[in-house]
């Protein structure tokens, strides 16, 4: 499995980026997808995740009126809409999946926790200046 996140870059206070990530390896429609971050000096945090036809998303309280995930299954890639950037939203931003067999896990009460996710993208950077 391989996941490919891009998209990121430096953009000012209020200004909006979309993230991408491409999947391959996986039959990419039976997988729930998820974007995480983690700033510098920082733990790991869940963003939002997003059900396998779309139709179900979730996110961090914190991102929820800002960020929209979404997904197209024909091509095999998940996007993060972030909007009104903030420099606090500075951070490497990573997709990821979890096993299929932890669905249940990661659409209930397990929903967020980055254990649960077993494959993962290789970060990309986004940066917020003031």
């Known amino acids: 499995v391989q996941l490919q996140a891009s998209g990121g870059g430096l953009v000012q206070a209020g200004g909006s980026l979309r993230l991408s990530c491409a999947a391959s390896?996986?039959?990419?429609?039976?997988?729930?997808m998820g974007w995480f971050r983690q700033a510098p000096g920082k733990e790991r945090e869940f963003v939002a995740h997003?059900?396998?036809?779309?139709?179900?998303?979730y996110y961090a309280d914190s991102m929820k009126d800002r960020f929209t995930i979404s997904r197209d299954n024909a091509k095999n890639t998940v996007y993060l809409q972030m909007n009104s950037l903030k420099p606090e939203d500075t951070a490497v931003y990573y997709c990821?999946?979890?096993?299929?067999?932890?669905?249940?896990?990661?659409?209930?009460?397990?929903?967020?926790?980055?254990?649960?996710?077993?494959?993962w993208g290789q970060g990309t950077l986004v940066t917020v200046s003031s």
């Open positions: 990821a999946a979890p096993s299929r067999r932890k669905r249940a896990q990661v659409m209930g009460v397990l929903a967020g926790r980055d254990d649960q996710y077993n494959y």
């Open positions: 390896g996986l039959t990419f429609s039976t997988y729930i």
């Open positions: 997003i059900n396998e036809n779309g139709g179900s998303t």
